[in-house]
């Protein structure tokens, strides 16, 4: 039986404007009170943003059939998606003003499979350390139980934003 699903998003381009206009929380902060658009991929797939602080994240997402690969479970780049953005944001939620970032390296584990059954899941980001130009940040999958789905760490590089 053939299924479909439809989802909408905001214009990728406001968003992109406001980085680096704040500090990396004040931008993470903007898009969870819905003032800056999210970006297109959340709404792809259907994970949000749902905690920010300094240095720490949480994405969630209701994993579903149309998440699966060939062989009944959520597919690993789905995991890896919500990884690196974890990862990602909380490293961007320690930038200054005028300052962005771009992921360097993931690396991810996965540890047990996910299904449609597993429920809402939990990606959990923070920084592990960070430095003048590099950051490392690790990110967790839970589920309801608090059982880690899959672990990752990822390097990222802070570089200046040109400015307008």
Wanted: glycine share 10%.
């Amino acid at each position: 039986m053939e299924r479909s699903r439809t989802y909408t998003w905001e214009d990728p381009a406001i968003s992109a404007a406001a980085v680096g206009q704040g500090s990396g929380l004040e931008f993470l902060r903007e898009i969870l009170a819905g003032r800056v658009p999210a970006a297109p991929i959340g709404a792809m797939l259907g994970f949000a943003l749902e905690e920010v602080e300094h240095g720490r994240v949480v994405f969630s997402l209701e994993p579903g059939e149309d998440h699966y690969n060939p062989i009944g479970s959520v597919h690993g780049g789905i995991f890896a998606t919500m990884l690196d953005s974890a990862a990602g944001c909380a490293v961007h939620s320690t930038l200054p003003r005028g300052t962005g970032y771009t992921s360097l390296d993931l690396t991810v584990k996965f540890l047990r499979p996910i299904t449609a059954d597993t429920g809402k899941v939990h990606a959990v980001g923070r920084v592990v350390n960070s430095g003048r130009r590099t950051a490392l940040a690790e990110a967790q999958l839970f589920d309801a139980a608090d059982r880690l789905l899959a672990h990752a760490t990822s390097t990222c590089m802070m570089l200046p934003l040109p400015t307008a």
